[in-house]
């Protein structure tokens, strides 16, 4: 068996490279594929020692590119696959740590709001507090916060207008947020 000559390469390199390339790109169209029919004929330089005939050779060289194609497509479609499922873990992720679309933040921003709100009406004077308490927190009517306060429906309306206008002024940051 007769070891294959670097003129003999050359030869082979220069009648197989333009076939080999066009065989690559009708299996997968990219440039990488140079990459792989280069490959090739490294393979056959390190290999040369077991294959002498022109027939083997070539087939050598076809099977060599038909595989390692098939390998990187196989390898893309790996990582492809990798980076969707990585993107879709991620996007999980930073959904979770949003504050608006997190059930933990939303409750700990109803307590907060509930809290300011409450200490708000605290602050409220007395009449105030209880004519507003009494119509909305309780939903009843001004003549029925009239009766229970003994007071004018006219004093009621006063009252909770009073409560109103300082409770907008109060919590009035909360409605520019």
Known sequence: METITEDHFRQ????????????????????????????AFVELWKR??????????????YKTVYTRTLNMVRHRHIVQGYSEQKKQIE???????QPDQSDVMRHIE????????DTAIDELPEKCRMAFTLSYLHGMKNKEI???????????????????????????FLARE
Do not use: P
């Open 12 to 39: 082979i390199f220069r009648n197989q490279y333009s076939a080999l390339l066009n065989y690559a790109l009708t299996l997968f169209a990219d440039e990488e594929v140079k990459d792989i029919v280069q490959e």
């Open 48 to 61: 040369r020692d077991t294959l002498n005939d022109d027939d083997h050779i070539k087939a050598f060289l």
């Open 91 to 97: 996007n999980r992720r930073m959904k979770y740590y």
């Open 110 to 117: 109803s307590r907060e709001l509930g809290r300011q709100i």
């Open 146 to 172: 009239s009766g229970v306060m003994k007071i004018s429906v006219r004093t009621v309306d006063t009252h909770i207008f009073k409560a109103l206008r300082y409770l907008r002024g109060r919590l009035g």
